[in-house]
């Protein structure tokens, strides 16, 4: 590492940036349909905005014949996406993978910084180490300001300020005020977000007129005092687990280029794995190398081997697994060695064949600190999972969800 130094908000720092959390995260799939179905029936996430890229493009009949044209973000909280599916035919047609090897079907790995000033100085600092960078600007829908720099086995990162809050009553910001949407660097200062709303309301737009995605199943479900159409809410995303050619040349671009930290190293069956985190969690992104998914005996060639989707306690944790195998979810072996600082969980695959890692409370860590000592966890089969378990220190610390569940 060279000795720069950044001013960031006052304080020097080894980049012009720092990643405070994991962000949105997304695929391109083949079957759309069956993983709207998946996460948002299944799982209970909401779309925020469909974008039909369709609209308006010369060749739209064309695209409309290969499948659905909409970019879907989706969202388990307030932020208005914290993921997203894209049809993988459509994706193509539009030219989009072509920055991408063909067996990434991540859409994008997003980490949001602190600032505006952070994203326009990131686009400068990547550039001038070599980091190609696929676009920068702003996203309408959405409202984040960004930078899209890959890594060096071409999955697309983003690095993002601002993205659109949605409400209580669960509607997207209207289309009418999406004009605000840039395809290029942003000159600074830019406006607030409280000068874009007051502009709507001078133009009489209605605040409600943006896009909302009703429930469609009968809320019967007492979930800890509250009634929900699912036994359990999902209150935060992540970890990534990525699977890798080149473990070591990719833990060197997220450390020393995006600031992330080691906070475990492990070896299992003679593969190195690689556990780093942007905040106190003990991982938000997991390095492996690709041998690991045939030695799992998972299916499937993407390079994503699992996402993380955290629900709100333990009893919410058994009953998700209940719900996902009674909707027909297939469940697969996530060894705890390869799981480090999450001890209960359990991976069920998405119909696109990535697995999904649902937990209830992972490890925190503080300041600089390596992950705790631990005795070896072996996680027993599901069946055999204890009704209650004993208080840790840790274990409701972490990432608090803002807001209601329902």
Excluded at 239 to 251: G, N
Aim: proline fraction near 7%; include cysteine; hydrophobic fraction near 40%.
């Amino acid at each position: 590492m060279s000795a720069e130094r950044y001013d960031v908000g006052g304080v020097w720092l080894e980049r012009p940036f720092r990643i405070r959390r994991l962000g949105h995260f997304g695929y391109n799939v083949d079957d759309i349909a069956a993983c709207l179905g998946f996460y948002c029936d299944g799982l209970g996430l909401r779309i925020s905005d469909p974008q039909d890229l369709a609209q308006g493009h010369p060749r739209r009949d064309e695209l409309k014949a290969l499948g659905d044209t909409n970019l879907y973000f989706i969202r388990h909280g307030t932020d208005h996406h914290s993921f997203v599916l894209f049809d993988r035919r459509v994706f193509n047609a539009l030219g989009r993978a072509a920055t991408l090897p063909s067996k990434v079907d991540l859409n994008q790995l997003t980490w949001q910084v602190g600032s505006l000033a952070e994203v326009s100085s990131a686009i400068d600092y990547f550039g001038a180490h070599g980091i190609a960078v696929n676009r920068v600007g702003r996203d309408m829908p959405g409202s984040n300001w960004h930078v899209y720099p890959f890594d060096p086995e071409g999955h697309r990162n983003e690095l993002y300020y601002g993205i659109e809050q949605i409400g209580w009553f669960g509607s997207a910001k209207p289309r009418a005020m999406h004009e605000r949407g840039f395809r290029e660097r942003p000159a600074l200062p830019q406006i607030g977000e409280l000068a874009e709303v007051e502009r709507m309301l001078a133009q009489a737009i209605d605040p409600a007129s943006g896009f909302r995605h009703p429930e469609t199943l009968p809320a019967t479900f007492d979930v800890d005092g509250v009634l929900l159409s699912r036994p359990f809410k999902v209150v935060r995303h992540g970890p990534l687990r990525l699977l890798c050619d080149d473990v070591e040349s990719m833990t060197r671009f997220y450390t020393e280029r995006m600031g992330l930290r080691v906070s475990e190293t492990v070896v299992w069956r003679s593969h190195r794995c690689v556990f780093l985190r942007c905040n106190t969690e003990h991982h938000s992104l997991a390095l492996y190398p690709a041998a690991v998914r045939d030695e799992l005996g998972w299916p499937g060639a993407s390079t994503v081997m699992s996402f993380g989707m955290q629900v709100a306690n333990y009893r919410q944790l058994r009953a998700a697994i209940a719900w996902l195998r009674d909707r027909g979810g297939r469940l697969v072996e996530l060894p705890a060695e390869l799981s480090p600082g999450i001890e209960w969980s359990a991976c069920v695959l998405d119909p696109a064949g990535h697995g999904v890692e649902l937990y209830f409370s992972m490890e925190q860590l503080g300041g600089d600190g390596p992950a705790c000592p631990r005795a070896a966890f072996q996680r027993p089969p599901i069946d055999a999972w204890p009704s209650h378990l004993d208080a840790r220190p840790d274990m409701f610390t972490g990432e608090t969800f803002l807001g209601p569940w329902g």
